[in-house]
């Protein structure tokens, strides 16, 4: 019996060193699996899956967005005569896709704001170019200041009609006046009575181009 007793008091530390041990894994479970809720809730809301529904991706081009719309502000309300603003949307989208990027436009006119696509031709032309603008200043400032003096713009002239196209024109001899210089691309007959300067691509039917500089009335090749 007492080899028995030895044998079954062994066998009875052995259960209570395993119990410690177990205990111990399990604090230490514990902590880890505390750390790791703390890790994927960090996650989600980097990812967007938050209220808000925006990532930290979207939140940092949020916060650039809304500084080149402060600086296209400047812009839109001088070309539109004080009428436009732009604004951020601010509602929560259906998604993380479509929330924190979407941009409205103020319209004093109507005393409401609305979508920037419900914008015409001309005016979807101006808030481009201010919005080529606004962000060409931010540029700047987060370069330390060197400065962009000339913008080349392709935004489909023809598409215009006759009002947007003169409402176009307008921005741009507008831009400028001010001091900076606004490069166009296009094929539009307006354009090209409109504008002194000028370099022209001309095809030569044999698979070559040339291109020669022009200016009110003379022109050199």
Known sequence: YQQQYYAKENQLMQQRDLVTKIKSLQEQSKDKLTDLSQIIQLYQTMNGDNPQKISLERYVLQWYLAEVLKNANQQLKQ???????????????????????????????????????????????IAALSLALGLAEVIQNQAGGVAIEALFIDEGFGSLDEEALEMAMEALEGIESAGRMIGIISHVRELKERIPQQIVVE?????????RYQLEGWSEA
Do not use: C, P
């Not at 095809?203 to 291109?211: D, F, K, L, Q």
């Open 79 to 125: 070309l539109t005569k004080g009428r436009y603003q732009f604004e951020l949307k601010q509602e929560t989208g259906r998604s993380k896709g479509n929330t924190g990027l979407e941009i409205n436009v103020y319209d004093d006119n109507a005393g409401a704001t609305r979508s920037s696509h419900t914008l015409s031709g001309g005016e979807s032309f």
């Open 203 to 211: 095809t030569s039917g044999t698979g070559r181009s040339s291109i």
